[in-house]
């Protein structure tokens, strides 16, 4: 049974090794094709062009006091000329929409909408006096959740594309004009979502709602995070995306199709993973009315956001994500190896399944069975060592790949010393390998328990002069990123 | 002596082949010190006879036990004793003396023990072989199958190991001391060998791409200045050319390196963006003078699209038509960046009707496209033609161009076409001609916008209503309550009480008296309307 269950985790970790091998390559592939592409691109013929398209910015907010403000004016100041920005207020039980009331000198409108997808009762819909804020829009609701406050705002906007993102990220200023542009080529498929690159904000110098500089975090955590981002959205979505298989655009930024969305049900409030949900159900949904569609994904760095800088805020979101992965796998599992959903029925959610929520549990229960070893004296030492050095230089490996995709890209970290800690983490990264594992186990169990809702973390702010202070806020901006 | 040793080897044999595994008996415990069989005893090099195996058997039924293992630790003697007690079914015993736990078997049968080297000695084995294969796999054992005289001392020469040479491409083999002691997935060289290859393998690459991110990243420092410098000396040439009319003979020398010679052909487009009339036909004439124009048409015809469009882009910068044959072919490409740059390399190379390509296209006419090719003629101030003309193109992207075009150049002349493009076949050209009718008030639509409203799907029905009441006319408003009355969708609702308000007083009447009416709720959907912050 030992030797079976060695087997199974010897083989299992051969075929991840392979699959990363293969979404290495893919990804190189597409991000040559984007990049060689994009070179040819200029994106300035959209910012001032009336046939540029509508786009709704849907951005919830749950007692986000600290950083509202200038995070609106950010959104405000979005480098395109066809836009609405709707702020959800979720019920928010600080100041959060009384800030928000005074600085942009809001005032109740009678608004008449309809409750296309359900959500939770909308108070009240406010627009400012002041004509320079007339792109803005505030729904102030009850407390339903992040996904009930994007229910609220695609019924509430009215342009066929909606993008939704977390109030507490930073946004590119050309972010808009990176995500609409697969929408604008004309295509026999029709585009439904696209999404981007995430990065980390932490450590950088962010002054009103501006990154002004990038800098690798400071803190062993963050950093990490940094790493695992860059391979994850570098190297995975890229990779996918090239294979038709995307299933999730990161909840922190995505722009989609208003009509496919409301018709698919819009995010469902069911699940902490109502990123990836909608991605799958979105894409069940044009499968089974047998549209031809697509997922787009760019590799552009779109958006910055916070990410936990301390082991416990860590645990809450990992565990969260597991959960979310867990649903909405769950939800579809109609999809698993099923030919109707194409590659993603074939290729992705298998590779979902395995690798990110079966692998983890494996891995796990493969150190408990080493710790079995350890204590009978029965471990083979030597072949431990081997296999250890085995798994430990083709990770380090693939994270220094990751590394060198993002230095030739789109080379964000200017100081050569910030690459250098980059890779001084990949060499540390996989022995907090084991902490992931136990996260997504303790994220099984609480999937098991039927723990719901998102839970807070502890965070810092963005602002310099903030930093000093930590406050409290719901972490439901990093949900698989 | 050396027959009994033949004997004894010739069991072992049989015992670790029917025990079928040698696994755990040692790891890393085993008897450490070299193997010493007693005085006259040797390794099988030939078959066993009978008279041998009398010998040992008399032997183990008298007075020598045969000793086939000594261990130090007693759980790998007791595993042993185990295995070797099923298969001989003899008595087999344990016992402690120096230090080791001795495996010693004693009072063996003959007929079984022939029957044991019958099943050994197989042709396609001979047992020589056997015994060497059996003394790989059973590396871990301590080899001292040796009758033990329980009084002679006697001196214990070292024996030669058994050597099997592996195949050479292995990084390790059986003698490895690593192997002695790897037993993972049946001990497999090829296994452990692929382990260590691609760890080495990993570290290489690992290091390779860390000096290709860090001279990179020097490579990249270092073209950036030189790229600045080239353009600021080149740009600085170009324009005392241009305008104090020095020789071209200074740019010879540039043109003869194939990078400072791209360097200066971009240089030179990047001037060419600004410059009209004689500046910019000087500029050409410079550009021919230098022979840059053979570099672009080369371009034009590279079969690698991102070359082909750097061509164009300079033949299109100095309208040079040479190559207007292979830009013709790239219109229908299966790449829409070639594809967008050929349309605006032919409206910049062409005098004569320059959008006439339209007509030409196949594939879908992406709003990206559109876009640009707007943007050309807003930015070079390119004589606008008809667009009406386009409206009978059979591409239906080609048309939504066309009415977009007539929507932006006001093309108010275009009225009776785009009533005639109501009727498009195309679900998306009937919306936009519905949207460009309102936007220019075409009024003329409005009856037939009444007409289809029935047939359109909601996108389209949105659109009309919206179109409506741009144009606001008074015998509409009963068509309009009636969708006020019967649609149930709330943003049509809204958009046809708009269309009402926009009638003026008649309006405002209508208006009022919804909301006295029983038949639905419409005081909510007027107070949305007419609150002037919500557009």
Known sequence: ?481 | MRNRVIAILSLLVFTVLKAGHTADYSLNRIHPEPVFIPDGASLITAGVNDARLNDVIGLSKDFYPIQIGAFRVKSNAERMYNEVSEVLGSDVAILEEDGYFKVRVSKLDLDKVKSYIEEAEEPSAPLADTIKTAAITADTVQEAFVAVPPVIEMPAPAVEPIVVKPPKFFLLNSESPWLKRINYFGKSFALVNALIITIFISFVTMIILLMVILLNRRRMEKEEDLRQYLAETYQGMIIDYLFSGSSPDKFRSIASDTYRRQALIDQMIDVSVNLKGDAEDKLSGLYLYLGLDRDSIRRAHDYRWHKKIKGFRELAFMNIKDANDEIYEALNSRNEILRMEAQIALVRLTNEDPFGFLFQLERPFSLWEQITLHELIIQHDLPVPEFSKFLKASNPSVVMFALRMIREFKQRQAEDDVREALEHPSQEVRKLSVEVAGDLEFRSTLEVMKRMYKTQDNHTCLEIIRAMAKMPDPSLLGFLRLVLDKEDDVQLQIEATKAIENNGEEGVKTLVKLMKSEYKNYNIIVRHVLDRRIF
Not at chain 1, 85 to 106: C, P, Q, R
Not at chain 1, 386 to 400: E, G, M, P, Q
Request: with cysteine; glycine share 6%.
């Open chain 1, 1 to 481: 049974m030992g030797i079976f269950f060695a087997h199974v985790i010897f083989y299992l970790t051969l075929v991840l090794f392979a699959s990363y091998l293969m979404l290495g390559i893919f990804s190189a592939i597409a991000l040559r094709k984007y990049l060689r592409k994009n070179s040819f691109i200029n994106y300035n013929s959209l910012v001032l062009s009336p046939l540029s398209p509508k786009i709704s910015i849907i951005a919830p907010a749950f007692n986000e006091s600290k950083t509202i403000i200038d995070n609106v004016r950010t959104l405000l100041s979005l480098y395109y000329n066809n836009f609405e920005v709707v702020i959800v207020n979720d019920g928010s039980t600080d100041n959060t929409f009384e800030l928000m009331k005074d600085a942009y000198d809001l005032v109740r409108v009678n608004y008449y909408f309809d409750y296309r997808i359900p959500c939770e009762r909308i108070r009240g819909v406010y627009r400012s006096k002041n004509p320079s804020y007339n792109r803005l829009t505030i729904i102030d609701k009850n407390n339903g959740g992040k996904a009930d406050s994007l229910n609220a705002g695609i019924n509430i906007c009215h342009s066929d594309l909606f993008v939704s993102i977390d109030a507490d990220s930073i946004i590119e200023a050309d972010s808009i004009l990176k995500l609409v542009k697969p929408f604008l080529e004309q295509k026999d498929k029709k585009v439904i979502g696209t999404g981007g690159v995430i990065r980390i904000v932490n450590s950088c110098d962010v002054e009103r709602g501006h990154i002004r500089e990038i800098r690798v975090p400071s803190k062993f955590l963050p950093r990490l995070q940094v790493l695992e981002y860059t391979r994850a959205f570098l190297l995975g979505r890229m990779a996918w995306s090239q294979l038709d298989g995307l299933m999730l655009i990161s909840g922190a930024m995505g722009l989609f199709d208003r009509e496919t969305v409301i018709k698919a049900g819009g995010y469902s409030v069911k699940t902490v993973g109502e990123d990836m949900e909608l991605v799958l159900r979105m894409r069940r949904y044009m499968a089974e009315t047998e549209t031809k569609y697509e997922v787009t994904y760019i590799p552009d760095p779109l958006c910055w956001t916070e990410v936990p800088s301390d082991l416990k805020s860590m645990r809450k979101q990992r565990t969260r994500w597991t959960r979310g992965l867990i649903e909405s796998l769950r939800t579809h599992r109609k999809m698993f190896l099923n030919s109707q959903y194409g590659r993603l029925g074939l290729l992705g959610y298998p590779y979902w399944f395995f690798f990110e929520w079966m692998a983890p549990l494996i891995a796990f229960s493969g150190f408990i069975y080493t710790i079995f070893l350890i204590i009978r004296d029965s471990l083979n030492w030597p072949f431990y060592l081997l296999l250890f050095l085995f798994v430990y230089s083709f990770a380090v490996s693939i994270s220094t790949w990751a590394i060198l995709f993002e230095e030739i890209t789109f080379h964000k970290y200017k100081r050569k010393r910030d690459v250098l800690r980059l890779v001084g983490v990949a060499f540390l990264e996989p022995f907090f390998y084991p902490v992931h594992t136990y996260f997504a186990v303790r994220g099984n169990l609480e999937a098991l328990r039927g723990k719901k809702g998102w839970g807070s973390a502890e965070r810092s702010g963005f602002d310099k002069k903030k930093k000093a202070r930590t406050r409290v806020i719901d972490d439901s901006s990093d949900f698989n990123q």
